[in-house]
């Protein structure tokens, strides 16, 4: 079986149940499945060049062993979460004289150069009982690399393991090994388009000792001309074949698409009102919303790409129920594959029952892209602190792009989060997030934290663009954050104001080549930290001189003003 994808495979746990012998499963694709590549019956089958990709779903599990003479290596497994039958590497027990329906004893099976990153335990022994009492023979596992970065256990040893031979593998992890199994060391990894790679500085990894059965190549079929532990090559510059062969039928079927209409829809204020008219959208479909106020009384699901205007006064304003039995998380979802542009909205959390979001992203795990532009919107009282904010990205999603233009955020806990991605390496939550002519004034926590876990900030991944905003008390705590952008490779904030922070030292701190602040004013708001080749230009430390300070409108003499400082205006941008 060679080259198939298999993405959300959870309807048992044998995801391929291997059942004849001298079978080859090789450069497969398995995402978000909840189960594992089973070799149940037969002998001599080859597992090669197969990346498992889990993404931290729970369940997720890798390749299980039973019979004989099967070998397993160059392949890479990253985020399977399962653990006991549903682990990264599975051996089972087996049966004594077992009847063909059953377990038949693990022998002679070659287990070497895979890579797990980031996977629950590996199992030996698996299955253990009165009746699976027979432990793996003549078994070697070899030249493996398995690295996490939270320090949970490695393998799960339920029976004798004396039948296996080990030799040449690698932990980096603080997790407690058996050094007569794995030797512990810190691996140098750098980013091959998200996906971890050992870098050329890893001569621990050249340590290995080759066996009879050690692959001449490695997962991307280069020639190991060095042998190193592992799937890959030191500093491999090559996608495996895996992530980039084209996969279905080789017919192009003739598909014509159901053509629709798009409308104008206008919507009454009122309880419940908007439900009955999203469930019916299209794409291309523009809602008006009078002025007034729309009641909630369960979230909104957007599926289509769609815009929603309210009135241009603002009076346009989303709010919970009164009297509402059951609170609900959150005003709206975008789904994957949707996009949201929204116009002169009040989202309001105030309520008995504060609601924790304005706007969440897709659920967790969800791979496919969304979208959202939110234009002369205000966001307020968002101040549930058990992990509130006012806009909230789950793990493993990713938006194309999220704008906010002339938007006000005000008096709530968090502002813009899309961290909690943050142990999984190389991911990030949006290709770019623009925050242009904005306020965030009264914000307890961060206006936002936009993160990516990496080794070295010159990755390439991730964009921030933030321009002509106002952050006006926010995150006024020791070690307090304006702008939390670890890893973000593109970050640019120029003509902005940081005030009335006084508790917070380093309100924005920048690392890379291509992060940059310029033309901006911090007064009573600590000093940004530049780093590792960020670049710091124009920045001016003084009171911001205000004629109007509720509306940031700086007086005559004012250096936010362009003829006051020689480069361009400070603060928000006027029509």
């Known amino acids: 079986m060679k080259v198939t994808p298999f993405k959300n495979c959870d309807g048992e746990i044998e995801i391929i149940s291997n059942k004849s012998a001298d079978n080859i499963f090789r450069n497969n694709l398995f995402i978000e499945s909840k189960g594992t590549l089973t070799l149940r019956h037969g002998n001599n089958a080859l597992v090669e060049g197969n990346i498992f990709l889990g993404n931290n779903v729970s369940q997720t599990g890798g390749i299980r062993i039973i019979n004989e003479g099967h070998i397993i290596r160059n392949n890479l497994l990253i985020g399977l979460k399962g653990n006991g039958y549903r682990g990264p590497i599975v051996i089972m027990n087996g049966v004594p004289n077992s009847p063909l329906n059953r377990y038949n004893q693990v022998k002679n099976v070659n287990i070497q150069n895979n890579t797990i990153i980031n996977c629950g335990p590996m199992a030996f022994g698996a299955g253990k009982n009165e009746e699976l009492s027979l432990a793996p023979i003549t078994t070697i596992f070899a030249n493996n690399i398995i690295t996490n970065t939270d320090g949970t256990q490695i393998l799960e040893t339920v029976d004798t393991v004396d039948g296996i031979t080990f030799s040449g593998n690698i932990v980096d992890s603080e997790a407690a090994v058996n050094t007569s199994y794995f030797t512990k060391a810190n691996i140098d990894w750098t980013l091959l388009k998200s996906f971890p790679i050992p870098s050329n500085n890893n001569d621990i990894l050249k340590s290995g000792t080759k066996t009879p059965k050690s692959p001449a190549q490695d997962i991307v079929d280069a020639t190991r001309e060095i042998y190193v532990a592992g799937a890959f090559n030191l500093n491999n510059t090559k996608i495996p074949r895996a992530l980039t062969a084209r996969t279905g039928p080789g017919w192009k079927p003739n598909i014509i698409a159901l053509v629709t209409k798009a409308e104008d829809l206008i919507i009454e204020p009122g309880l419940g009102t908007l439900y009955k008219a999203f469930s019916k959208v299209k794409d291309g479909d523009i809602i008006t919303l009078k002025s007034g106020i729309y009641e909630f009384t369960k979230s909104l699901k957007i599926k289509k790409n769609i815009t929603v205007i309210g009135a241009e006064d603002g009076s346009t304003v989303f709010k919970m129920q009164d009297n509402i039995e059951k609170a609900f998380n959150y005003f709206i979802r975008i789904n994957g594959g949707a996009a949201l542009t929204i116009k002169n909205i009040t989202f309001d959390a105030t309520h008995s029952k504060p609601i924790k979001y304005a706007i ?124 939390i952008t670890n890893g973000i490779h593109k970050v640019t904030i120029k003509n902005s104001v940081f005030i009335n922070s006084y508790k917070a030292e380093t309100p924005v701190n920048l690392k890379g080549t291509n992060n940059i602040i310029s033309n901006c004013l911090f007064d009573d708001n600590g000093y940004p930290k530049i780093t590792k080749g960020a670049k710091e230009k124009n920045v001016i430390y003084k009171n911001p001189k205000w004629e109007d300070k509720e509306q940031y409108i700086p007086s005559k003499k004012s250096p936010l003003l362009k003829e006051n400082n020689g480069n361009a205006l400070i603060g928000l941008k006027r029509e």
């Open 360 to 483: 969440v992203s897709p659920d967790k795990m969800e791979s496919t892209m969304y979208a959202l532009n939110a234009e002369q919107c205000t966001f307020q009282h968002f101040t549930t602190q058990n992990g509130g904010s006012i806009f909230k990205a789950y793990e493993g999603t990713a938006a194309s792009s999220l704008s906010f233009k002339n938007c006000s955020f005000l008096n709530s806990y968090r502002g813009l989060n899309l961290s909690y991605d943050k142990d999984n390496f190389g991911k990030y939550n949006a290709l770019e997030l623009i925050i242009d002519n904005c306020v965030f004034k009264d914000i307890e926590k961060f206006a936002v934290n936009y993160i990516r876990n990496i080794p070295d900030v010159t990755i390439k991944g991730g964009k921030l663009l933030v321009t002509n905003s106002v952050f006006d008390k926010v995150g006024n705590k020791e070690k307090g954050k304006v702008l």
